[in-house]
Nanobody, 124 residues
Framework: QVQLVESGGGLVQAGDSLRLSCAAS????????MGWFRQAPRKEREFVAA????????YYADSVKGRFTISRDDAMNTVVLQMDTLKTEDTAVYYC?????????????????WGQGTQVTVSS
């Protein structure tokens, strides 16, 4: 049973940084893509970033490129999203997700496993 548990959300001011973690368990993720998505009120869930567990290749949405960094810790089975220079438009619930594929995708439909989400609020 795959479990994804996010942590690290909170309330920060614009320009601040925040670090989200996703603890993954239940299987070996070497042939998975791990992703972060976010969903703001009255908006669709949108892709933020993804990492291929084996090899560490990364993929970002244009809106976060240069500000966010995704990484994984093999020993801890954890995926981290480091968010710097946060903007008010980054406010959303952030979800960790896992897809049983090695091909990057922005589509939430490809990801079969999801965490419960963590709230990130950026004030001006």
């Amino acid at each position: 049973q795959v479990q994804l548990v996010e942590s690290g959300g909170g309330l920060v001011q614009a320009g601040d940084s925040l670090r989200l973690s996703c603890a993954a368990s239940g299987r070996t993720f070497s042939r998975y893509i791990m992703g972060w998505f976010r969903q703001a009120p009255r908006k669709e869930r949108e892709f933020v970033a993804a990492i291929r567990w084996s090899g560490g290749n990364t993929y970002y949405a244009d809106s976060v490129k240069g500000r966010f960094t995704i990484s994984r810790d093999d020993a801890m089975n954890t995926v981290v999203l480091q968010m710097d220079t946060l903007k008010t438009e980054d406010t959303a619930v952030y979800y960790c997700a896992a897809a049983q594929t090695t091909v990057f995708s922005r589509s939430p439909n490809v990801y079969g496993y999801w965490g419960q989400g963590t709230q990130v609020t950026v004030s001006s």
